[in-house]
């Protein structure tokens, strides 16, 4: 068996580095839609929901500026956060 590395396999590692955490992606969409759930059920109010989005953003910060996280991780995690108080949001319209 050879060790030769093949210039695919460096392609597919660098494509799979550039795209979201399957994890990750998994876990966000779960959270928010439990959210959504919680809303149409009556256990939450929209504006309860946008509170509990809006302290995980400053969880995020603080959870951040200790791990010593780069500046460009946190704000690509606020963005985020952010998307799912505008989609709550856009419900309680």
């Known amino acids: 068996m ?10 597919e590692a660098a494509a ?4 979201p ?3 990750g992606q998994a876990a966000l969409l779960l959270a928010e839609s439990i959210l959504h759930a919680l809303i149409e059920h009556g256990t939450l109010t ?7 989005v809006e302290s995980a953003a400053e969880v995020k910060v603080e959870v951040a500026t200790l791990a010593g ?8 995690s606020l963005a985020l ?7 709550m949001q856009t419900d309680s319209q």
């Not at 050879?2 to 392609?11: A, Q």
């Not at 996280?69 to 690509?76: D, F, N, T, V």
């Open 46 to 52: 929209n504006p309860q929901a946008i509170a509990v």
């Open 21 to 23: 955490d399957a994890h």
């Open 81 to 87: 956060l952010s998307r799912i108080t505008i989609s």
């Open 16 to 19: 799979r580095l550039d795209e």
């Open 2 to 11: 050879s060790d030769e590395i093949n210039d695919n396999d460096s392609r």
């Open 69 to 76: 996280e780069s500046r460009k991780r946190m704000e690509e």
